[in-house]
């Protein structure tokens, strides 16, 4: 059977960045390995990221989602069905931040899959300068992630300090226990490293962590209805008016409740990566792209945003 480890968090904690340490170290170990990537939104964005470990050997594939529960559930199982006739020896889900984690079990435990998988590792990656205030549905996404992790892991802890990292544990376990979940995590239960310094003897414990089952209770929560999804189509502006006008989206809440920008817009012949939160503006230049910026949140006001991003083109 082949295992499938499920990489969850929230959007912007970086599962992108862990997803491809971890997907290096697996194929250095001789693992035949399948990525596929999951994503709320109708256009996935960080399967164009992914690109350079296609070109290293490994097989990239993706569900879009954006036009209701059932359909992605649907679209989910069938591609797990086409996958398990290809004999990976492990499949690795990257979800987008807006994920049902009940969505994951129930489907592995239908026919055939039941059969031809098996859960293995579920790693929750928390960024560790986690904004203290979110909305009650991003405290429930927050709790039933971490809920049934094999491994919590903090990201961007070099980014922050010992004060910020007891803080975010804190709100961790308020948000499990606001949801009556009985798991509550102590510092030493959690991977707060620099990422650059994992160790291969750290990747061998995350191998290895699988996942824990633990109740809470369910909030009524219709992803589609709680968050919303803003594609913005031909921007092109400087790499300086991109901090500028992402920075001003972030903050002004009359353009809605913003979590996180991200996409590319083009750069002198290639093309330009942005993945924005209130936290952090992370641009980098890449060969592959595609002309579209995501703004993903609550409460969108979306004329305006559109218009924001016209202005000056």
Known sequence: MARIDLITGF??????????????????????????????????????????????????????????????????????????????????????????????????????????????????????GLEENISEASEYLLASEAADAGKVIFSKCQETDAGQIRNTLMHLNRALEKFQCSRRFRLENILTKNWDELTEEDFQKLRRCEYVHADLVKMPLKLEEAYETQFVMGVKISGEELEDKCRHLLTDERFGHIFRIKGFIPDHGAWLSVNATREKLQTESISAGQEVLIMIGEHLDRARIEEYWKQGQ
């Open 11 to 128: 959007l912007g904690a970086g599962k992108t960045e862990f997803l491809k340490r971890y997907a290096r170290f697996l194929m250095a170990q001789g693992e035949k390995i399948c990525i596929l990537e999951n994503d709320f939104g109708a256009i996935n964005v960080d399967m164009i990221l992914l690109h350079d470990l296609q070109e290293e050997g490994c097989d990239l594939e993706m569900i879009i989602g954006g036009d209701g529960a059932e359909a992605h559930r649907r679209r989910f199982k069938t591609k797990l069905i086409a996958m398990g006739m290809k004999g990976y020896d492990r499949v690795l889900i990257e979800p987008s931040g807006i994920f049902d984690m009940d969505e994951f079990f129930d489907v592995l435990y239908e026919e055939p899959l039941d059969v031809w998988y098996q859960v293995g590792n579920i790693f929750a990656i928390v960024d560790a």
